[in-house]
C-alpha cells in the first residue's frame, strides 16, 4: 500500500490532525474500558501514528504500546512517548506472545486494511493481542454513506507558513474500494508547494464490520462517533465507533 505520504509529512502531520480532539477520543475509548472491560492497564494503538493516543494513556497509568508500518512515525511517537513500546509491523499480519487489555485504532486507520482477507486478519489478530475480558475500539465509517462531498478543510501558520489541508473520502457506490485523497498546499514568500496523495482504503458497511467481529468471537456494542457522549448507534449515520469485547 502506498503510505509514502506519511513519511514526507511526517513532520507536519500533528498539524494537519490539529483539530483533532485526541483527548476527547482517550476518554471515549477509557470510559468503554472502564464500562466493558477487565480492569486491566496493557494498552496498544494500532495504527498509532506519532502517538498521540499513546502518549494519553500513558498519563491514565497505562503501559502503552503502539504498532505502526511507517518508522518515521514511529520516530516522532518514540520522540513524543519515551516511556511507550513501539513496533513498526503491519496490524494484517502483526504476532505478540504479550496480550494486552485495550486495543485501539483511530481515525479509520483498520480501513487501511485492504482487502477485506487484511481487514479480517487485523481484527482477528486485534482478538488474538487481548488478554480475556479485553476490549478493541475502533471507528469505522459505512460505505453507503459516504457523501463524496469536499471532505474537510482546514489551514494554520507554521514556521511562518501558510498551510491548507483537504481530506476527503471518495467511493464509487460499488465495490470494495474507498478512496481518500489528501490534499496540501503550503504557501510561503509567495511560493506554492502542493502535495496530493491517493490512499486505497476497504469499503465496507457497518452490519459487515459487526459480523465479522462477531464470526471471530468477540460481543459488539456500536455507538455514534460522537466523542463528546456515549449514544448508541441509531443505524442511519454512517460513523461509528466500535467497542468489541473478548470473552473472559
Ligand atoms: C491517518 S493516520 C492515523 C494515525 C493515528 N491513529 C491518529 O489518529 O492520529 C494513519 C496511520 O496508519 C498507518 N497505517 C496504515 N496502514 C497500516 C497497517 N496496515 N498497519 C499499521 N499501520 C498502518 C499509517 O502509517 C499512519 O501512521
Not at 467511493?171 to 506554492?192: A, K, M, V, W
Request: hydrophobic residues 40%.
Amino acid at each position: 500500500m502506498t503510505n509514502q505520504l506519511y513519511t514526507d509529512l511526517t513532520q507536519i502531520y500533528d498539524l494537519m490532525c490539529a483539530d483533532i480532539d485526541y483527548q476527547e477520543q482517550c476518554n471515549t475509548a477509557h470510559r468503554l474500558f472502564k464500562l466493558l472491560g477487565n480492569g486491566g492497564n496493557a494498552y496498544l494503538d494500532l495504527a498509532c501514528g506519532t502517538g498521540p493516543h499513546v502518549e494519553h494513556f500513558l498519563g491514565l497509568g497505562f503501559l502503552a504500546h503502539g504498532l505502526d508500518l511507517n518508522g518515521a512515525m514511529l520516530d516522532r511517537a518514540c520522540m513524543r512517548c519515551p516511556k511507550a513500546s513501539f513496533f513498526e509491523m503491519d496490524m494484517s499480519s502483526f504476532r505478540f506472545r504479550e496480550q494486552y487489555d485495550l486495543v485501539t485504532c483511530f481515525l479509520y486507520s483498520m480501513h487501511y486494511c485492504y482487502p477485506e482477507e487484511n481487514f479480517r486478519n487485523a481484527l482477528q489478530n486485534a482478538f488474538n493481542a487481548l488478554k480475556p475480558g479485553g476490549v478493541l475500539c475502533f471507528d469505522t465509517v459505512d460505505k453507503s454513506t459516504i457523501a463524496n462531498d469536499e471532505g474537510i478543510k482546514h489551514h494554520c501558520i507554521f514556521e511562518g507558513a501558510n498551510f491548507e489541508f483537504q481530506s476527503r473520502w471518495a467511493y464509487p457506490g460499488q465495490g470494495d474500494e474507498l478512496s481518500l485523497f489528501i490534499d496540501i498546499c503550503r504557501t510561503y514568500e509567495g511560493e506554492q508547494q502542493f502535495w496530493h496523495d491517493q490512499h486505497r482504503m476497504l469499503a465496507v458497511s457497518v452490519p459487515e464490520v459487526q459480523a465479522l467481529l462477531e464470526s471471530i468471537g468477540f460481543s459488539v456494542t456500536v455507538f455514534e462517533r460522537d466523542f463528546s457522549r456515549l449514544i448508541p448507534w441509531g443505524s442511519e449515520s454512517g460513523n461509528v465507533f466500535i467497542a468489541a469485547v473478548k470473552a473472559s
